[in-house]
Structures are given as structure tokens and as C-alpha cells.
């Protein structure tokens, strides 16, 4: 059944965009080329031993390209900026983005295929329990500088303290910065929180609920508007036949959701 469906969705699209082949419009090379956020488990790994990307987003563009008939690379960027910059100067096809205003000036959104949820990583002995105890005029909260949670904390905490940092600190740094009281509360993915809870043999605290849901979605060069309607058509089917939800648990990937079919016309 899912072949049929894919085999339909496909001949759906070549008649919905005329003579010219899916695979001309997103692989005009002859080879998908794909870029994401490297340093995000939301969208994907490399495999320290075998140097592959895995994930969710290595999935999607594996499963688009084998459908366009086309070969595929998939490449880490260390930031958005690396993202956008690969769609700018034409080294990559698609792209991979949390949505944001802001981000949209300079890239094209299509549709969303996670749904990714934001936690707050405290100290294990903080007083605050829920992302709402936050916005105090004595907590600080870092953020790393051009992130969606940076994005949200600069333009919505009215009485916290910011500190922003230019990278991701390791481990070990965030954990000296929670406990010592350096900073009250990290703002980061709740898979990254979850990862930094587990590997602090306790220090540290994932907050339950999530202060920010954000769709992750398939970006192109500004203006690239022909690619759009490509990207929904698979990313339609890709939902509704399951793939997106079976790449997520085989990822093993917590705090994100298949995103809504209803989110797609928002964008």
C-alpha cells in the first residue's frame, strides 16, 4: 500500500508541474544535495565511526531522492547561518530549519515535518519547576546566539537576565555554569536537555514542560518558489504513510512530535 501511495503522489506532482520532472526542479544536478543543522539531534547525526548522517532529516532526503530517482549527499552545517549561506551560494538543494520570521527574510520555508519541543535545563537542586518560574528579575537564562530558543528568550523574557553565548558549551561547562550559579536556566531543545540531564549523573534537570513548540521545516534559496510544491506533495505522503513518525523512533529521538498537515499552510 505504501508503495502505491508514493507511486500516486508522485504522478500527482509531474502533472501538477507539467513537462518538467520533480527530480529537474529539487535535483537540478542530478544529485539531491542536502544541508542541516549538524549540531541539532532533531534533525540528524554523524556517525562518529562511519562519518554518515543519521536521523530524521538523513532519512527524509534519502527516501525523497530514491523517489526521485536521483543520488543524494547530505551535509552538516554548524549553525542556521551555514544553513542559509549552502541555499544562498547554491551548494545545496534543500535545507533544514526551525521556522522563525526572521529566518524567513533570507530563506523560503516549505513544509514542516517535526514538531520540536523546548526545555529548560536547571540545576537538579534549582527552585524553579516550571518554565513559567522563569522570567524573574533574579534568573539568568543562557541561550546560544542565532538558535531558536535564543530567538525566543531575547524577544520574550521581559524581567530574566540573558546570557548569550556564541557556541554551545560542552558538558562540563554547563554543568559548572547551572550548579554554580553562574546561570539559572539553559534554554536549548528538550532532546539536548534530556542528553545533558542523562550524561550529569544527576546535577542536572530537564524541566518538564516545554516553553516553545516549533515546526522544523525543508527550506530553499529565497524566490526558489517551484520547489515548494514538491517538497509538500512528499512531505505529505511521507506523513500520512508513517515514514516521518517510524524515522523519529528509530531515531530514538525525544521531545518532538510528527508536525501538524495544518501547520503546512501557515508557512
Known sequence: MRIVIASLAVAALSLSLGAQAPSAILAPTGTLRAVFLGTNPVHGRVDPKTGAAVGTV??????????????????????????IGALKNGTA???????DETRAREVDFGAPFVVMHNSYLVGARSAIQHSSDVDRANVTVAAVKGQTQELFVSS????????????MPAQTEVERLLTGGEVDAFAINRQRSLDAEAASASRLRAL??????????????????????????????????????????????AGVDVASAANSAKK
Not at 58 to 83: H, I, T, W, Y
Not at 93 to 99: E, K, N, P, Q, R
Not at 160 to 165: D, G, H, S, V, W
Not at 219 to 243: E, M, N
Open 58 to 83: 538523513p532519512d527524509l532526503v534519502k527516501e525523497m531522492a530514491r523517489r526521485l530517482a536521483v543520488s543524494f549527499v547530505v551535509v552538516p552545517a554548524p549553525d542556521a547561518a551555514g544553513v
Open 93 to 99: 538543494d534543500i535545507g533544514f530549519l526551525a521556522y
Open 208 to 253: 518538564a514542560d516545554s516553553f516553545l513548540d516549533v515546526d522544523q521545516c525543508f527550506v530553499v534559496a529565497k524566490g526558489d518558489h517551484g520547489k515548494l510544491a514538491p517538497i509538500d506533495a512528499f512531505v505529505t505522503d511521507a506523513r500520512a504513510s508513517g515514514f516521518i513518525k517510524s524515522s523519529i523512533e528509530r531515531a530514538g529521538v
Open 156 to 167: 520574550h523574557l521581559k524581567n530574566a537576565r540573558l546570557r548569550i553565548f556564541q557556541t
